[in-house]
């Protein structure tokens, strides 16, 4: 069967972990796989996750693509949170801000 790509949306770990289980009775192998694999680094619910990536956009102006890989990993530090601005030439954001983008992250942990 050849699929045909339709449309293209970056989205979280929890949110691909429910498309996939709405999908569960006709996932192919490979499918299988990878809801196994968001099965494991689920950090919390899709919903939550929505939230959190609106919230980080909204109130940290952050882009969009780096609020889903922040929210797919979940980091706990300020130095784990920094390596997703390194390199980074959009935008400088200063230590009271990774504070509370912290803050923010430990709310949904």
Not at 35 to 62: H, M, N, P, R, T
Not at 75 to 86: D, K
């Amino acid at each position: 069967m050849t699929r045909k790509i339709t449309s293209e949306d970056h989205v979280t770990i929890p949110e691909v972990k429910k498309i996939l289980e709405e999908r569960k009775e006709t996932l192919d192998e490979f499918q299988h796989r990878t809801y196994d694999y968001v099965s494991k680094f689920s950090k919390f619910d899709a919903d939550k996750a929505g939230e959190l990536i609106k919230k980080l956009v909204e109130q940290f102006e952050i882009d969009k693509n780096d609020a889903i890989q922040i929210a797919n990993c979940m980091p706990t530090s300020i130095e784990e949170l920094r390596v997703f601005f390194a390199g980074s030439k959009k935008k400088i954001i200063v230590a009271t801000q990774l504070e509370a983008i912290l803050s923010l992250l430990d709310g949904y942990r």
